[in-house]
């Protein structure tokens, strides 16, 4: 992570879903995966969360540490790198070939009905 200037909090991903265990809705944030608040109503625990982070990054700031960028704000390569076995790569070879189309073409297709 690198020193940025202090982000918008609303830029955050958040997810606010029901929690059985503790009978209330749960807020967590995919950039700060340590902190969550609960609260009776998705509301209150979206508004906890965000003033958690909020307070969070005024630390972090204070203190000279690292504030995660949004991941909103980041930007992709739209490339990785993938290791897959030798038979793996014969199977994909073999059956890119019988759509007459790239290994990449293949994966790019597979990847995108995720």
Not at 74 to 99: D, I, M, N, W
């Amino acid at each position: 992570m690198e020193t940025m200037a202090v982000p918008d909090i609303a830029h955050y991903t958040y997810r606010v879903t029901w929690s059985v265990e503790d009978q209330e809705f749960v807020a967590t944030c995919i950039e700060f995966p340590s902190l969550s608040w609960l609260a009776e109503s998705q509301v209150s625990a979206l508004e906890g969360l965000e003033a958690l982070i909020a307070d969070t990054i005024e630390d972090m700031h204070s203190e000279g540490e690292d504030i995660p960028q949004p991941l909103s704000e980041r930007t992709y390569s739209g490339k990785f790198s993938l290791r897959v076995g030798e038979t793996l790569h014969r199977r994909l070879a073999v059956e890119a070939a019988e759509e007459n189309v790239s290994i990449n073409q293949l994966i790019v297709r597979a990847l995108s009905r995720l």
